[in-house]
């Protein structure tokens, strides 16, 4: 996605991402929220399409359509605090791999390669987390499956959209103070 679509809109899929660089300075008040009213649109529609693929086709699909949780029944069962600490921490690391390589001057951004060092930190976070929280870190990713799923998932869609902020918020403000990022000397 970050090469089939990053020059249309950075691949800004994910509302923690688009606030992360709202905080970091890297983008307008304005842009921030037609990125995330697009980005929830597209998970919904993401999902209205996965669910009618899914519905009624698949043997042992229990309708589930991804949906993030914690607690007993979900996975390995982790409780909340698990899994606020596991979505703030890992949209925390996300945001900042994201801002680093995707910075005017850095030598992964210069030779185009930015995509594939986030991809890599999103799947190494996916493997770590996915046990804990079916792994979030984009409240947009969060709400459509929630939306169409309900109950539990409905009852939890806050803790996957407050932790991917904070955490991504954090990093944006990390960054723009210039305690993790320092601009490359001319």
């Given amino acids: 996605m970050a090469y089939g ?4 809109s950075g691949c800004h899929v994910n509302p923690a991402v688009s606030f992360g660089v709202l905080l970091a300075g890297r983008m307008s008040v304005g842009d921030f929220v037609q990125y995330v009213i697009a980005q929830c ?12 693929i899914m519905s009624g086709k698949a043997s042992g699909w ?3 359509l991804g949906q993030n ?9 982790y409780g909340l605090v698990s899994a606020l600490v596991f979505e703030v921490v890992a949209t925390f690391l996300f945001l900042m791999t994201i801002l680093g390589v995707t910075a005017k001057g850095t030598p992964v951004h210069i030779v185009g390669f930015a995509g594939l060092a986030i ?9 770590v987390g996915i046990n804990v929280t079916g792994v979030s870190v984009n409240p947009a990713r969060s709400l459509g499956p929630a939306l169409f799923v309900g109950g539990q ?3 939890q869609l806050w803790l996957f959209i ?5 955490g991504a918020g954090v990093a944006g403000l990390l960054y723009r103070s210039g305690i993790l990022w320092r601009e490359p000397a001319d």
Avoid: C, F, K, N
């Avoid at 679509?5 to 249309?8: D, L, P």
């Avoid at 649109?41 to 009618?52: K, R």
């Avoid at 407050?162 to 904070?166: G, Q």
């Fill in 62 to 64: 229990d309708g589930g």
């Fill in 119 to 127: 991809g890599l930190t999103l799947a190494v976070i996916h493997i």
């Fill in 153 to 155: 998932a409905l009852a």
């Fill in 41 to 52: 649109l597209g998970a919904i529609a993401g999902t209205a399409v996965l669910y009618l």
């Fill in 69 to 77: 949780g914690w607690g007993a029944g979900y996975m390995g069962e």
């Fill in 5 to 8: 679509i990053g020059q249309v």
């Fill in 162 to 166: 407050v932790a991917p902020l904070v």
